[in-house]
């Protein structure tokens, strides 16, 4: 068995597709020792190192989008939409508190230090405040204030965190890029028609979460609207920096293995699109690796 570090990428929603590509490598005789992951991937590999995977993945197949509403908490006081306190919050109810020493595997989390233009590695203290961090896209979830520093989203200084894994001592590094090329053959129109999955209300982690929600309903007040077309822009442009910038980090610093996911394969909000996501990162890790075989 084949022991390696897991470099998890940053692209939003289609970070779920990382899912898919841990489910190839768990079936296929590797052992992750190690993960080091930016924005999505600090998310998935998180929950994957936490032990929590199989639960996340039963109830992020049957997340909706009024679920993904009901989770936005508007910010009243800038710096971003949303406060990002009960998305983080619900993971937390479904994978419980954690400490990122005391998972089984090694893991860092990769943030960005907006003030002082550096990135931050999260490789200690609460796991869900170092996933926050990392997944603080800019102008969608407000930054988070730690040890005096505003951080960020670690896709804005390092999309592909492989630096991370230097010193592990494992066989090889597999690196998932979200910003891969565009594929025409992923039609956003088909999208529109795609079928809604069936959502089983009777599962026990479905019961769990939804109740959880129930409890979080938003207020009047936060009830109110945000024009998310000004965001959709302006995330354009950050996931047009974000791929050139993977490809200059995995040029200069290349891993053993990389598997690409398309940049078009879906939005970066489109969270409900989780069974498309995952096949997708399992089809490209397949399809990869037998390539090389």
């Known amino acids: 068995m084949k022991t390696i570090s897991l470099v998890l990428g940053s692209g939003g929603a289609r970070g779920l597709a990382h899912i898919g590509v841990i489910r190839y490598l768990e079936s296929n005789g590797y052992d992750i020792k190690s993960i080091s992951g930016s924005s999505a991937g600090a998310l998935i590999g998180g929950v994957y190192a936490a032990g929590k995977l199989d639960e996340f993945e039963e109830w992020v197949r049957a997340i909706t989008k009024l679920d993904m509403?009901?989770?936005?908490?508007?910010s009243w006081s800038g710096g971003?939409?949303?406060?990002?306190d009960?998305?983080?919050n619900t993971l937390i109810e479904l994978v419980g508190t954690q400490n990122i020493e005391d998972l089984p595997i090694r893991y860092t989390a990769v943030a960005s230090d907006i003030r002082n233009e550096k990135e931050v590695w999260l490789n200690s203290g609460d796991l869900f405040e170092a996933i926050r961090a990392s997944i603080s896209l800019p102008l969608f979830f407000t930054p988070l204030d730690r040890n005096g520093?505003?951080?960020?989203?670690?896709?804005?200084l390092n999309p592909v965190p492989i630096a991370p894994t230097f010193g592990d001592e494992t066989d090889l590094t597999i690196a998932v890029n979200l910003g891969g090329k565009f594929d025409p053959?992923?039609?956003p129109q088909k999208n529109k028609k795609r079928k809604i999955p069936k959502v089983d209300d009777?599962?026990?982690v479905r019961l769990k979460l939804a109740n959880y929600i129930k409890r979080m309903q938003l207020s009047r007040a936060n009830k109110g609207e945000v024009d998310m077309g000004m965001y959709d822009v302006a995330n354009q442009a950050f996931e047009s920096m974000q791929g050139s910038l993977a490809n200059q980090k995995l040029a200069a610093y290349p891993?053993?293995?990389t598997i690409e996911i398309p940049r078009n394969a879906c939005r970066t909000l489109e969270v409900d699109r989780a069974d498309e996501m995952i096949e997708l990162g399992l089809s490209r890790a397949t399809q990869y690796f037998d390539s090389i075989r």
Request: glycine share 12%; proline share 6%.
């Open 86 to 88: 009960k998305f983080i």
């Open 185 to 187: 053959s992923l039609n």
């Open 80 to 84: 971003g939409f949303f406060r990002g």
């Open 69 to 74: 509403v009901r989770l936005l908490d508007i």
């Open 202 to 204: 009777s599962s026990p």
């Open 255 to 257: 891993p053993d293995h």
């Open 149 to 156: 520093a505003k951080l960020i989203d670690g896709g804005v």
